[in-house]
């Protein structure tokens, strides 16, 4: 799993992800968001973009950060999702639970009025 970390702007950062979320790499993804949690943000998004698979263990790590943000009062957004990663959101029923957005740019662009 290739991580990348980036803050956009103070308080957002992106978070982007490449290769498949499964039960092997959900630790380390939780490892990198858990801190960000802990450093102020305002916003965070997590760029799917190069995710070709998630399984219900990287599921199960987005959940955790979901209920994480809504403790913390922190944004929380995933962003580019494939049309297969999307579909297992879907299918948990989690499509309509997550901020979800085409990209992540545009996300981090909506701050403005924040």
């Keep these: 799993m290739k991580i990348q970390i980036d803050e956009r702007k103070p308080g957002v950062f992106v978070v982007s992800l490449g290769g498949d979320l499964d ?33 219900s263990s990287g599921i199960a790590t987005f959940v955790e950060a979901l209920q994480l943000s809504r403790k913390d009062k922190v944004r929380f957004s995933l962003a580019g999702a494939c049309r297969r990663v999307e579909s297992i959101f ?10 979800m957005a085409p990209d992540a740019n545009q996300l981090v662009e909506g701050e403005q009025g924040r």
Aim: aromatic letters at 10%.
């Design 23 to 55: 039960m092997s790499s959900s630790p380390q993804v939780r490892n990198i968001l858990l801190p960000i949690f802990r450093k102020k943000a305002s916003h965070i998004v997590v760029d799917l973009t190069d995710v070709p698979y998630i399984d």
């Design 90 to 99: 879907d299918l948990a029923y989690l499509k309509n639970i997550f901020e």
